[in-house]
């Protein structure tokens, strides 16, 4: 991150987040954003201002200078919305909407996929509407979002893929919607222009704490890891360890991805960048294909007026792919692991002689045809339950890869969301890291040695701390937070080694 920016070091600036409160005892906000230096590379960092005015000021700042940004490299996105017909909210709703549709097949990290649109109209249907909808755009207030919120926790559930209970709505769904009209809003000031204030800059909704996924331990990985028999589920366990991706990046992999520089003596990387997914013909036709990069010839039907087609769908911008983002460096053993399973294939290949479909797929069935999700995770359920493992998905080990990277590169969390293609750090830290009880337990214990070593005189050299007492370290290990931990761990170390360096 480096140190603080002086507006004369930054050239342009490219985008923010979301403001977040630093806490719920005074009015302090935090806000990420990107920027340009005087030399064009990439940087982002976080201001910090300690009330609501000031962040509001900021803000302003820099939704102008992005707007100047777009403006100058011709990237606002051109939206087929007629504006004059956009006054109410509801209008403006359905035409984001329609927005995020394009905004998913050019990689944007703000797009709706066609599962995430299907949800996402059916809360605009449901809830938003109902609350928010008949509201004039450029009438509605703070104080009106604020009521709204409150309101819309005393509707009932609607019907969806389970029927309806009788209870409220949830502080989840009432949260999701937050964020839906949120980046409506945004969209209407920024793009559309529409209204010169975004009535929900300020209004805060509580978010409900998400439970941690399951995921194993190193020893419990370990076991599993050295009872896979299976050299092609070996080497999807080992991707999704090595890559710190999702699964559908994983299965779209292709041979043409991996660049094996082994015999070069360069580092050997991989290109993540698409994803396998499913997408309906009705949603292909209606955005043009774009973002699709392959439709596979399978169909997989649910039902015959809803087929479903596999596909590979971009994940990243053109600029992204252009800066290099889409490359993750794999350590030899990787590259190794890969030759092996390319002569399995190739058998395959034989065998299956010209029924063999070649689609260039590193991870398929013995005739060529791509593996779903589902089959995946049937492999990797059918390796651990005979083994007696906690119960977990495929999708656990790209938290446990998280973990151990964080552990490996000593919490560099800008390198680590390199190769998750997280913008936000708070994100790695907040939904994947899973700090582990023996690096706190270690922590606390080196915060022994500190304090029986800062705590000495010359006078009382027999006053000293047994770290051999169990009960000591735990009451210390629970003092010890988890997301403090390592730079704790760190200045214990530094404090116990300068003390020491004079005897």
Not at 461 to 471: F, Q, R
């Amino acid at each position: 991150m480096g140190r603080k920016p002086k507006k004369k070091d930054i050239a342009e600036y490219l985008w923010h987040s979301e403001p977040t409160k630093i806490n719920a005892t005074n009015d302090n906000w935090r806000i990420r954003y990107g920027y340009l230096d005087s030399e064009g590379k990439e940087h982002q960092t976080t201001e910090t201002v300690n009330n609501e005015r000031a962040k509001n000021q900021f803000l302003s700042y820099l939704l102008l200078r992005e707007k100047e940004h777009k403006a100058a490299k011709g990237t606002t996105v051109a939206s087929k919305v007629d504006k004059t017909e956009i006054e109410t909210v509801e209008q403006l709703l359905y035409a984001y909407a329609e927005h995020t549709k394009y905004l998913h097949t050019i990689g944007d990290r703000y797009g709706w996929d066609e599962g995430t649109y299907r949800a996402n109209i059916g809360k605009i249907r449901n809830y938003i509407v109902p609350v928010f909808g008949s509201f004039p755009i450029w009438k509605i207030t703070r104080v009106d979002m604020r009521q709204g919120f409150k309101d819309m926790l005393q509707l009932p559930q609607a019907n969806g893929n389970h029927k309806a209970n009788g209870a409220r709505v949830s502080q989840r769904t009432v949260y999701d919607c937050k964020k839906i009209i949120s980046r409506a809003f945004k969209y209407a000031t920024d793009d559309l222009e529409l209204i010169t204030e975004n009535p929900m800059l300020g209004v805060t909704v509580k978010q409900p704490k998400s439970s941690r996924r399951e995921v194993w331990t190193e020893e419990q990985f370990n076991f599993a890891y050295d009872n896979c028999s299976d050299p092609q589920l070996k080497l999807l366990i080992s991707l999704m360890v090595a890559l710190s991706s999702r699964i559908g990046e994983c299965l779209a992999l292709t041979w043409s991805d991996v660049y094996d520089n082994e015999d070069k003596h360069e580092p050997s990387y991989i290109r993540n960048y698409k994803e396998l997914t499913y997408r309906t013909e009705k949603f292909i036709k209606e955005t043009n294909g774009r973002g699709i990069l392959k439709v596979f010839d399978q169909v997989r039907s649910t039902r015959p007026d809803a087929k479903r087609r596999a596909v590979f769908h971009v994940t990243k911008t053109e600029k992204e792919i252009e800066a290099k983002t889409d490359r993750i460096y794999i350590a030899p053993e990787v590259i190794f692991m890969f030759r092996d399973y390319r002569l399995v294939q190739n058998q395959h290949k034989q065998l299956a002689g010209d029924s063999y479909i070649d689609d260039d797929l590193i991870f398929a069935h013995e005739d060529g045809t791509h593996i779903s999700s589902q089959y995946a995770d049937d492999m990797f359920r059918s390796l651990y339950e005979p083994l007696g493992l906690p119960k977990v998905d495929l999708y656990s080990l790209r938290h446990f890869s998280i973990t151990k990277k964080l552990d490996y590169n000593k919490h560099d969390y800008v390198s680590l969301a390199k190769d998750t293609a997280h913008r936000q750090l708070s994100t790695i830290q907040d939904y994947y890291e899973t700090p582990e009880d023996s690096v706190r337990i270690d922590t606390a214990k080196a915060i022994g040695k500190f304090l029986s070593r800062s705590g000495k005189s010359d006078s009382e050299s027999k006053a000293t701390i047994s770290l051999a007492d169990e009960d000591f370290a735990k009451k210390l290990e629970e003092v010890a937070s988890d997301s403090a931990g390592k730079q704790m761990l760190e200045f214990a170390i530094a404090m116990y080694e300068k003390n020491n360096s004079g005897n």
